[in-house]
């Protein structure tokens, strides 16, 4: 499906740069309700095109009584109000519809990172019950004063929550005056004008019935319909690529044996048969033996025409003396195009006629992380790292892209592939970046043998883990060369070798991750190996950092 121009978004996210606003549009999607997230600062003409039914203002980093802070295009509130639109603001959400409505937001005296507890009110239109209940906060600026017609429906509880009588919360709906202080509002509604606002994040997994409050919001008070099934997209995706592709023209598939272009590729060969030509390119930043092991199971388990292209003098000549991580991912992505270029020009003597698209296996969070580019949605985020297949494509680049998956989680990609019947083995496999190893090493990747250390590292770990039959709880398990030396003692003498680092890490999206807690016997079972089996390694340490603060890859 083109899902950008699908026309029945039932849920419109207005993105202002929240690091959770893809979790929004992920929530709403596994309820069966089709969302999409564009720029909080889209306009009005582009808002009105989705004639979605409820809208959500994200969190953001910005304070909206600040100069520069992104504001909703003029006429928003107008629009809604006619078309019968429900609004829900969500923490900066929250604040801009006060701000935007004659109320007023400032600097909290103390702010409200992390849990909290929230007493909601009896008798309001978005919480049918007056309960307490904790939830997760992120926030330095408070509203103090409401617009008119509006009213308190919840408050946090930074004293005692018996402090919050009902008959006190009654006084304060009906005037809107902060008389409690020491008790921030956390959530506010007008029912007449169908706006809503929550000042926690419902959306995270530590707001426990944040899930429930939006299920209410959505199908109770906004009276949504659950119509959308993953299974539309690979309908409307193969449409979209017979629409695209002519009947005559030939296609390039990048693919890597990971889920997402396995996927990918498999979405096109039903859309356009034999006139997809996949390429895999060796990049010599594979590992242990992986290209070996990738094409073999392509040809038994996958019935697509595959080349395999050795590209390795290729890359490692351009990555000498590289030492600057976003300069390997944008070298690494310039290069992965010229190769499919080269392609499609040998294919063109093959066939007499020039392939012009490229299908890649790009996903919503390549995106979310790399440069944003026009219309994504994510323009008022920091860019965190360039993603070889998006921010590190080159600006001339003469192939068309056909990204089937760009706006789906990888576990939406999983669920797909299992519907178009992709073998198991191709679904489960951990996801490898596209620069590979390069992303791993620290520092120089062509100085003398690290890339072969860590190779031997990665694939004693990975097949350990593979034998403690605990591969599948895990998200992602690799090796990381951090180019650092220590001193160790071995065989009775001293030696100054380097240090490897082991990571394994739970997600559900690759966009925030836990580090995955190993059995101690598991990790000296490792550690032990690596040093006894590679040469001039002396110490193994184990991460224990979670996704945010780090991210995944090291570089
Ligand atoms: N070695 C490779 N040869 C050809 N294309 C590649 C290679 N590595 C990556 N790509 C392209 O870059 C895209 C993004 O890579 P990415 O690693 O995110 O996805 P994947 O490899 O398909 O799946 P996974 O995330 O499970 O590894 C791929 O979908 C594929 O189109
Ligand atoms: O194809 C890819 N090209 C890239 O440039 C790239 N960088 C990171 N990753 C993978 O993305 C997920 C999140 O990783 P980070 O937290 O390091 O951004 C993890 O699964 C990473 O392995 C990449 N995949
Ligand atoms: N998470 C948010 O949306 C924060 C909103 C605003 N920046 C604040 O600190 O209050
Ligand atoms: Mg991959």
């Not at 107008?78 to 409505?101: D, K, R, S, T």
């Not at 944003?372 to 590190?392: A, D, L």
Request: net charge negative.
């Amino acid at each position: 499906m083109d899902l950008e121009s699908h026309k029945n978004t039932q849920v419109l996210i207005l993105d202002f740069g929240s690091q959770y606003t893809h979790l929004i549009t992920r929530r709403i999607r596994k309820l069966s309700v089709f969302s999409l997230c564009i720029s909080g600062t889209s306009s009005l003409e582009a808002i009105a095109e989705h004639n979605s039914r409820v809208i959500i203002l994200s969190g953001g980093p910005h304070s909206v009584h600040l100069d520069g802070a992104p504001w909703l295009p003029r006429g928003f509130f107008e629009y809604v109000e006619e078309n019968g639109v429900f609004v829900l603001g969500i923490c900066y959400g929250l604040q801009l519809i006060v701000e935007m409505l004659g109320g007023e937001v400032k600097a909290a005296k103390s702010s409200e990172y992390g849990r909290m507890n929230i007493g909601t009110y009896e008798g309001s239109v978005l919480f049918d019950k007056a309960m307490e209940q904790q939830v997760w906060m992120s926030h330095g600026d408070e509203v103090i004063r409401l617009p008119e017609g509006f009213s308190v429906i919840g408050r946090s509880k930074r004293n005692s929550i018996d402090s919050l009588k009902k008959n006190e919360m009654g006084t304060l709906n009906q005037n809107g005056v902060d008389c409690l202080h020491e008790n921030t509002i956390a959530a506010i509604e007008n029912p007449s004008k169908r706006i809503f606002g929550l000042q926690y994040h419902p959306e995270v997994t530590h707001s426990p019935k944040g899930m429930e409050t939006l299920q209410y919001f959505l199908f109770e008070v906004c009276k949504v319909t659950a119509d959308w099934e993953l299974k539309d997209v690979l309908i409307d995706e193969i449409k979209t690529v017979n629409n695209e592709v002519g009947p005559e023209d030939h296609v390039i598939c990048a693919l890597s044996g990971g889920v997402d272009s396995t996927v990918a590729a498999t979405i096109v060969h039903e859309a356009i048969g034999d006139r997809l030509h996949c390429v895999f390119v060796d990049n010599g930043l594979l590992r242990f033996q992986e290209k070996e092991h990738v094409m073999s199971t392509f040809q038994a388990d996958l019935h697509l025409s595959v080349t395999c292209v050795d590209a390795t003098d290729r890359f490692l000549s351009k990555l000498k003396g590289v030492v600057e991580p976003e300069m390997k991912r944008k070298i690494i992505g310039k290069e992965f195009i010229s190769i499919f270029d080269d392609f499609a020009h040998e294919l063109e003597q093959k066939l007499g006629r020039k392939p012009t698209f490229l299908v890649q296996g790009t996903l919503y969070p390549d995106v979310i992380e790399s440069c944003p580019p026009p219309g994504s949605g994510r323009t008022h985020s920091h860019t965190i790292k360039s993603h070889h297949n998006v921010g590190g494509l080159p600006k001339d680049m003469k192939l068309k892209l056909i990204e089937p998956l760009k706006l789906l989680f990888k576990d939406e990609v999983r669920e797909l592939g299992g519907i178009l019947h992709v073998p198991q083995g191709f679904l489960k496999r951990h996801p490898f970046p596209g620069p590979g190893l390069a992303v791993r090493v620290i520092g120089d990747v062509t100085e003398g043998n690290v890339l072969d250390t860590l190779r031997q590292v990665d694939h004693i770990f990975v097949e350990a883990i593979k034998q403690a039959g605990i591969y599948d709880s895990i998200w992602q398990a690799f090796a990381v060369f951090p180019n650092i030396r220590t001193v160790g003692v071995q065989g009775d003498q001293r030696t100054h070798s380097h240090v490897v680092a082991l990571r394994a890490i739970t997600s559900e999206d690759g966009m925030t991750a836990d580090w995955y807690n190993f059995d101690p016997k598991f990790l000296q079972y490792v550690s032990s190996k690596i040093c006894n089996e590679v040469q001039g390694v002396n110490r193994v340490v184990y991460d224990i950092t979670s996704k945010p603060p780090s991210t995944v890859e090291w570089e």
